[in-house]
C-alpha cells in the first residue's frame, strides 16, 4: 500500500509560478514510476508529467518548457514546478504511484489560475 500526500495547490495569478510537492509513504526506489496527472472541470484526467524510478522523465507535450517534474529521494517526495501558468492550467492535481501494475492516487490538490 502507498499513500500519497500532495500539498502546493492554490489561486495564482496568469504568468504565476507554484510548485506542488508529493510525499510518498514508501521508499520511491520501490516505486517503478511517480506522476502528476490533473483533471480539469468537465475534462477526463490527462498526464502532466511522470518519472522514472531510474530518473527518466516524461511530459505532456503541451506543457514542455512550463513544468518540470523532479524528486528528493531522501524525502520520498516529488515535485512539480509549474511556470507561467495560465487558466486553462486550472484543476486539480493529482500525484499517482506506479508499481508492478498497481496504482495509487493522492487526494488532489486544486490549482486555480486567475486571468
Known amino acids: 500500500q502507498v499513500q500519497l500526500v500532495e500539498s502546493g495547490g492554490g489561486l495564482v495569478q496568469a504568468g504565476g509560478s507554484l510548485r506542488l510537492s508529493c510525499s510518498s509513504s514508501?521508499?520511491?526506489?520501490?516505486?517503478?514510476?511517480m506522476g502528476w496527472y490533473r483533471q480539469a472541470p468537465g475534462k477526463q484526467r490527462e498526464l502532466v508529467a511522470t518519472?522514472?524510478?531510474?530518473?527518466?522523465?516524461n511530459y505532456a507535450d503541451s506543457l514542455k518548457g512550463r513544468f518540470t517534474i523532479s524528486r528528493d529521494g531522501a524525502k520520498n517526495t516529488v515535485y512539480l514546478q509549474m511556470n507561467s501558468l495560465q487558466p486553462e492550467d486550472t484543476a486539480v492535481y493529482y500525484c499517482?504511484?506506479?508499481?508492478?501494475?498497481?496504482?495509487?492516487w493522492g487526494q488532489g490538490t486544486l490549482v486555480t489560475v486567475s486571468s
Open positions: 514508501i521508499s520511491m526506489l520501490s516505486i517503478n514510476s
Open positions: 518519472i522514472t524510478s531510474g530518473g527518466t522523465r
Open positions: 499517482n504511484a506506479y508499481k508492478y501494475s498497481r496504482s495509487w
